[in-house]
């Protein structure tokens, strides 16, 4: 008999060990994937989002309006927007406008390029009204243009660094995502972010998505080796809502760097999403339980 083979079986690990099982806590955030579409194609896209890449498809306010009231049932506190490129969504704007009206926390996730820059006039009216509850989180990968560059195509760190700018200097909740592939201390990093962007400005580095073949499964046992709770892993208190090319209506997933993989399609309502996550992809290990990382605020 062939060896079992990594991440197959919801209930166990391909060496016969009961699989680590997140259950639902309380909804905290709930995502919106905006659509796959992307101004750029970053070098290791988790979701390959490019010009080209229509997935999944816009969403669209009116299909977004059931799941706030599911959202604002359940407790939630924040939606995030994320793609793809958000800003190439033309509800995009309506539809953290409705979010704000509602009292959410709205977190915009955004390469801070032409898509952003474009359509700083409607920006600025929601800055207006809703300057506490707005924030936005600039992919800014490395503060150095050759390595941001290498990754996101040349003359994207010049003009990232200008969007990042002016949201700053405009006044609004902005902070930078950077990314952990090169080998250097948090305190370096940090610095080096404030001389690039000529201010401070809260940072989050994210771990590297590594191959599946490079990493181990999490099992029951990992919880206790590595001091973590299943509480602490993303899809404990978030999910995120999609729309599939060609799909008559959108579906909930568990995370939100796993929009693609059927077995983490959990319903088409939060209610009927919300229930224990298997962690059976490798993303789980390498960004949730051994990366320590959230995608939100």
Known sequence: MPPAAKWADAATTAQGKARAVVPPSALKTLWFNTGTRCNIECANCYIESSPRNDRLDYLRLAEMLPFLDEARAMGASEIGFTGGEPFLNPDLLAMAGECLERGFIVLILTNAMAPMTNRKTELLALL??????????????????????????????????????????????????????????????????????????????????????????????????????????????????????????????????????????????????????????????????????????
């Not at 300057?131 to 290498?150: E, G, I, K, N, P």
């Not at 305190?187 to 940072?203: D, M, P, Q, S």
């Not at 029951?220 to 008559?248: F, Q």
């Not at 997933?253 to 399609?265: N, S």
């Open 128 to 297: 207006a009204r809703h300057a506490r509850s707005l924030r936005l989180r600039v992919s800014l990968d490395h503060y150095t243009v050759a390595a941001h560059d290498a990754e996101r195509g040349a003359g994207s760190f010049k003009k990232a660094l200008a969007g990042l700018r002016w949201l700053l200097d405009e006044g609004f909740d902005a902070s930078v995502a950077g990314r952990s592939f090169v080998d250097e201390d948090a305190a370096a990093a940090r610095e080096g972010y404030r001389r690039a962007i000529g201010r401070e400005v809260e940072l989050t580095v994210f771990p590297e998505i590594a191959a599946a073949g490079e990493l181990p499964e999490i099992t029951t046992e990992c919880w206790g080796l590595l001091g973590k709770s299943p509480e602490s892993v993303m899809c404990a208190s978030s999910r995120m809502v999609v729309k599939r090319r060609g799909a008559e209506r959108p579906a909930v997933v568990a995370c939100t760097l796993i929009p693609y993989d059927a077995r983490f399609e959990l319903g088409r309502t939060v209610r009927e999403s919300w229930r224990p996550v298997a962690l059976q992809h490798p993303h789980c290990a390498s960004f949730c339980v051994l990366g320590g990382a959230s995608c939100s605020a």
